[in-house]
């Protein structure tokens, strides 16, 4: 990623809150319009890093939240984004100890913060993918088995109720839900879809696209899971809209440049 991206983002996000605090007049909302445009354009980047141009369209069709007023779990997406960062390895850097502990301890405090035991099981499977990717397996094995025994005592102890009810799913829920599997369907195993070049990591080095087609899986799958079985506001199912249709819309810019070369 070279400078003119991190400063194109920096441009948007701060264009994004500008455009949210005028639209209002609430400064908090357009905190969480600009904050909306950049995870959006993060996490996009994360489960399609060959090409920016789906990150940039995730980024502009998450200013729909601009027509919604509901809030956004802030948290949950950068917690979703520090899951897949640690799967795909694209920042380039060796995934330590610390890392995995500084998940761990991040996705333990969300789950009994917020009463939802999907945060350990989603945990589990991003510790499962890194397992059979053979990356720290002694610290990954003891985390799972450690993740499995906090969701056995929640699950005995605790009555975490996290259910969205029928009448709570709006089209938007039902969208971004039914998205998550299209992507996973078609975009993981999509020839087409993968870049013509090498896709590179953050220090330029060749990326793992068995990593990143782990993360895809991930993404999608929790996606999924918290839509139904956790309370997800329209705002975040807008975002995970805006993420998994900025891919698709760009995937066809795409093949449609290439066709007509």
Do not use: C
Not at 195 to 218: P, Q
């Amino acid at each position: 990623m070279d400078d003119k991206t991190n400063m194109a983002i920096v441009l948007f996000t701060l264009t994004a809150f500008a455009l949210g605090w005028l639209y209002t007049e609430d400064v908090f909302f357009g905190l969480s319009t600009g904050g909306s445009v950049f995870l959006s354009w993060a996490i996009t980047r994360e489960i399609d890093p060959a090409h920016d141009s789906s990150a940039f369209l995730a980024a502009a069709l998450s200013l729909f939240h601009l027509f919604f007023t509901e809030s956004i779990h802030f948290l949950m997406l950068a917690w979703i984004l520090t899951l897949l960062r640690a799967v795909n390895g694209i920042t380039g850097k060796k995934l330590t100890l610390v890392d995995i502990l500084g998940v761990f301890a991040l996705t333990v405090f969300l789950s009994f913060f917020n009463e939802n035991s999907l945060y350990l099981i989603v945990l589990g499977l991003a510790l499962t993918s890194l397992f059979v990717l053979r990356i720290k397996k002694a610290a990954v094995l003891i985390s799972e088995i450690i993740t499995f025994v906090l969701f056995i005592i929640q699950l005995t102890f605790f009555d975490y109720d996290s259910f969205m009810s029928i009448d709570q799913l709006t089209p938007f829920h039902l969208a971004a839900a039914a998205s998550a599997v299209l992507f996973t369907i078609f975009f993981s195993f999509s020839q087409s879809f993968e870049a013509k070049s090498e896709v590179k990591d953050d220090h330029g080095k060749k990326a793992d696209k068995k990593r990143i087609f782990y993360s895809r899986f991930l993404y999608s799958a929790t996606i999924a899971l918290f839509i139904f079985l956790s309370h997800q506001t329209t705002s975040d199912a807008l975002i995970h809209i805006s993420i998994v249709w900025g891919i698709f819309i760009s995937f066809i810019f795409i093949k449609i440049r290439s066709y007509f070369k």
